[in-house]
C-alpha cells in the first residue's frame, strides 16, 4: 500500500502543489476522499481530489495556477474559503485548514482558522480523514490519527469525534455514513449508527437536494437495498420517503397474509441494478409499488387487493418529486409511465393476444425493453418452480412482442388518419365527432381489426362516419 499511493503522488499535479506550498511557507496536504479511494483503489479516485493548506487555501490554488503551464482558472468560494481549479479532467479544491464550529439550526459553519490534526478532528469519517503530505521535507508521509487505515481494512465506518457532535455538526453525514456502507459494503460501527437513529430527525434542516444527491448515490450502488434498509431502521426514511415506509409490514386477515411490500420492492432494486446503471429505471423499480398501501384492502371473496394501485402510485411519483425537489421533466414522466404500466407484462403473461402485445407496444413505445427488464425484475418468488414459470412466461412475452414489432410496427406509431384529413373530407369544423372517429381508427388497428396502413384505415373512417351521420363531401 505504501508503495502505490508514492507513486501516485510522483503525478505532475502534486509537485505543483508543493513548488507552490514552498514558495508560499505553508504545509498542504492531499485528504478525504481521493486518499481513501486510492488505497481501496477505487477506480473514481482521480476525478476529485481535495488538499488542505495549514494557511490560505485561496492563496495557495491561485499559487498553483501560476505556475501551472496552461495557466488555469481559479473558481474562488469566499463564502467557503475554498478554491477550485481543473487540472486536466480533475477538480483539485483547496482549503485552509480550519476548526469549525456550527450553529446549531443551519449547515453554514463559522470558520476558524485551525491546524492540520484539528482539521481532520472535524471530518465526518476515520477512512475520511486520511492526509498525505505534500511538503518537501515529509512529502508522502500518511497522516492518520484516528485509525482510518485500519477501519478501511476492517471495513468499518466511524465518526473521529463523538458520533452525536459529527452529525449534528452536519446531519447529511448521516446519509453520507449509509451512503458509504452502500457503496463500499462496510458496516456503520454501532455508537455510529445508534447516533443515527437518535438524531435522525436533523436531516431535516438539510437541503432536499443534497439529501437526493446521496439517494442517487445508494441508488446506483451495487446492492441499494442496504441503504434503503439502513436508511428505514434508523428512522430517516420516513422523513423523506414516507411512501416507501408504508409500504413496510405484513397484515393478515382471516388466516390470509400479503406480501411485505417494502422488503420485496428492495429485492426488486437489486435484481434490476443487475440489469442496469440507470439511475431512471432503477427510481422506477423503487416506485413501482407506492400506490399499494393507499389501494390495499380485504375482500372477504378474493381476499387482499391493491385495487388500480399502478395508476395511483404514478400520481404519487408527481408528488414526491416535486416534494425533494427533483425536476419534473422527461424523466419524471419515464418514472411515471413505468410505473404505470409495471403490471400490463404480467397480465400479458397469462394470455399473450395480438391484441395485447400492440397495445402495450402502443403505450410503451420505446421503453417497452426497459418495461420487461423491470417485469423480470420483479420476480421474487421463492419458489423456485413458479420462478422458472415467470421467467418462461416472460420470454413468450418479448418473443410476441419481436413477432407483433415486425408484423405491425405500432411502435411510436401514429394513427395514419389525422384530424385534418376528417375535417376535409367531412367539411367540419372542429367537434366531438372528429375524435371519436380517430379513437375508432387507432383501436380498430391495435385490435388487429384493420391493418396499420393508410387505404385500409380511411375506408374504415368512411365506415365509421357514416354510422355518424357524416356525408363525405
Ligand atoms: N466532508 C465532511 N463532511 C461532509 C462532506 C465532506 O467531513 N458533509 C469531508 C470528508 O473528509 C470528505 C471530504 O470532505 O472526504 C470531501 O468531500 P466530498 O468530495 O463530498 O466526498 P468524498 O469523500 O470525496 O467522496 P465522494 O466523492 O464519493 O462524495
Redesign the pocket.
Known amino acids: 500500500m505504501q508503495r502505490d499511493y508514492k507513486e501516485a503522488l510522483t503525478e505532475d499535479i502534486f509537485k505543483y502543489i508543493t513548488e507552490a506550498s514552498e514558495l508560499l511557507k505553508l504545509e498542504s496536504y492531499v ?4 486518499v ?2 486510492f488505497l481501496l483503489q477505487r477506480k ?1 479516485s482521480a ?2 481530489i ?1 488538499i488542505v493548506a495549514v494557511g490560505s487555501g485561496i492563496k495557495l490554488a491561485q499559487k498553483v495556477a501560476e505556475l501551472l503551464p496552461n495557466k488555469p482558472k481559479v473558481q474562488i468560494f469566499k463564502t467557503y474559503g475554498t478554491a477550485m481549479l481543473r487540472f486536466e479532467d480533475v477538480e483539485i ?1 483547496f482549503v485552509g485548514a480550519r476548526k469549525e464550529s456550527y450553529t446549531s439550526n443551519s449547515r453554514n459553519p463559522e470558520v476558524e482558522a485551525g491546524t492540520l490534526e484539528e482539521d481532520q478532528n ?4 476515520t477512512i ?2 486520511l492526509a498525505i503530505s505534500l511538503n518537501k521535507s515529509t512529502y508522502g508521509a500518511m497522516l492518520d490519527p484516528f485509525g482510518g487505515i485500519e477501519d478501511l481494512k476492517r471495513g468499518i465506518i466511524k465518526t473521529p469525534l463523538d458520533p452525536n457532535v459529527t452529525y449534528s455538526d ?1 446531519p ?2 448521516m446519509m ?1 455514513a449509509i451512503r458509504f456502507a452502500t ?1 463500499l459494503d462496510f458496516k456503520i460501527e454501532q455508537n455510529s449508527l445508534d447516533a443515527i437513529a437518535k438524531n435522525a430527525h436533523r436531516i431535516d434542516i438539510i437541503t432536499r437536494e443534497r439529501i437526493v444527491d446521496e439517494l442517487h ?1 445508494i441508488l446506483l450502488s451495487t446492492k441499494p437495498s442496504k441503504g434503503f434498509v439502513l436508511l428505514e431502521k434508523t428512522g430517516l426514511l420516513k422523513r423523506f420517503l414516507p411512501e416507501l415506509v408504508a409500504l413496510k409490514g405484513i397484515d393478515e386477515v382471516q388466516g390470509q397474509k400479503h406480501k411485505d411490500n417494502f422488503y420485496h420492492t428492495l429485492e426488486v432494486v437489486d435484481n434490476i441494478s443487475k440489469k442496469t446503471d440507470d439511475l431512471w429505471l432503477r427510481w422506477s423499480a423503487l416506485l413501482h409499488d407506492i400506490g399499494k398501501a393507499p389501494t390495499k384492502r380485504f375482500d372477504k371473496k378474493i381476499g387482499w387487493t391493491f385495487h388500480a394501485h399502478e395508476f395511483v402510485g404514478s400520481k404519487m411519483v408527481y408528488k414526491l418529486f416535486k416534494r425533494l425537489k427533483m425536476p419534473l421533466n422527461d424523466k419524471m414522466k419515464y418514472v411515471q409511465k413505468l410505473v404505470l404500466l409495471s403490471s400490463r407484462p404480467v397480465i400479458l403473461a397469462e394470455e399473450v393476444t395480438d391484441s395485447a402485445v400492440r397495445r402495450l407496444i402502443f403505450d410503451a413505445g420505446d421503453d417497452i425493453e426497459d418495461l420487461m427488464i423491470h417485469c423480470e425484475a420483479d420476480i421474487t418468488t421463492k419458489n423456485a418452480k413458479k420462478f422458472k414459470q415467470y421467467h418462461n412466461n416472460f420470454k413468450l412475452v418479448r418473443q410476441k412482442i419481436k413477432e407483433v414489432e415486425e408484423r405491425d410496427r405500432v411502435r411510436n406509431f401514429q394513427p395514419p388518419i389525422s384530424g385534418e384529413l376528417i375535417m376535409e373530407t367531412f367539411n367540419l369544423k372542429p367537434c366531438r365527432e372528429i375524435g371519436v372517429l380517430k379513437e375508432a381508427v387507432k383501436e380498430a388497428i391495435l385490435e388487429g381489426e384493420i391493418k396499420n396502413d393508410f387505404e385500409e384505415a380511411y375506408q374504415y373512417m368512411l365506415v365509421k362516419a357514416e354510422d355518424l351521420g357524416l356525408k363525405k363531401i
Open positions: 485528504i478525504g476522499g481521493f481513501r479511494d473514481k476525478k476529485d481535495d479544491e472535524r471530518r465526518d469519517f475520511n480523514a452536519d447529511l453525514r453520507r457503496q448515490k
